[in-house]
């Protein structure tokens, strides 16, 4: 292995060591996201002006439940978007598990996956209206 080889090697065992990882933001796309329905934004911080690259969406409940997965088809992150809405299609993305409705009085959790990652914890309130949870 080369020099350059072995520090970029190096760096990357640190990262994992360290526990950083790229991150993408998600969020809520306005402050009235309601059921059944709501949307999503995902931004890349790093590359702000950028369409955020990802492969995989997932929604899952606080009980670890998945209610929905989408994944990239082909698989990669050649069509990626920066929002997009619980349970209707995503071009270039297939379902690999159905939207299943969302309930007033819960919390759940979107992620968004690929080279970096994000992800929002939410609550749905008994009128149907998401908020955001700030996580520690």
């Given at each position: 292995?080369?020099?350059?080889?072995?520090?970029?090697?190096?760096?990357?065992?640190?990262?994992?060591?360290?526990?950083?990882?790229?991150?993408?933001?998600?969020?809520l796309a306005s402050t009235?996201?309601?059921l059944p329905n709501p949307?999503?934004?995902?931004?890349?911080?790093?590359?702000?002006?950028?369409?955020?690259?990802?492969?995989?969406?997932?929604?899952?409940?606080?009980?670890?439940?998945?209610?929905?997965?989408?994944?990239?088809?082909?698989?990669?992150?050649?069509?990626?978007?920066?929002?997009?809405?619980?349970?209707?299609?995503?071009?270039?993305?297939?379902?690999?598990?159905?939207?299943?409705?969302?309930?007033?009085?819960?919390?759940?959790?979107?992620?968004?996956?690929?080279?970096?990652?994000?992800s929002l914890p939410f609550?749905?309130?008994?009128?149907?209206?998401?908020?955001?949870?700030?996580?520690?």
């Open positions: 292995m080369t020099r350059n080889g072995m520090l970029a090697a190096s760096s990357a065992a640190l990262l994992l060591l360290a526990g950083c990882q790229p991150e993408l933001q998600i969020g009235d996201e309601r949307s999503f934004t995902v931004r890349d911080p790093a590359q702000p002006t950028e369409r955020p690259l990802y492969n995989t969406i997932k929604v899952m409940a606080a009980d670890g439940t998945l209610l929905w997965h989408l994944r990239a088809e082909p698989f990669g992150d050649m069509n990626s978007v920066a929002r997009f809405t619980y349970g209707e299609a995503l071009s270039g993305f297939v379902a690999v598990v159905g939207a299943q409705p969302l309930e007033g009085g819960k919390r759940y959790t979107v992620h968004v996956l690929g080279k970096k990652t994000g609550t749905v309130d008994a009128s149907g209206k998401l908020a955001a949870v700030a996580e520690p």
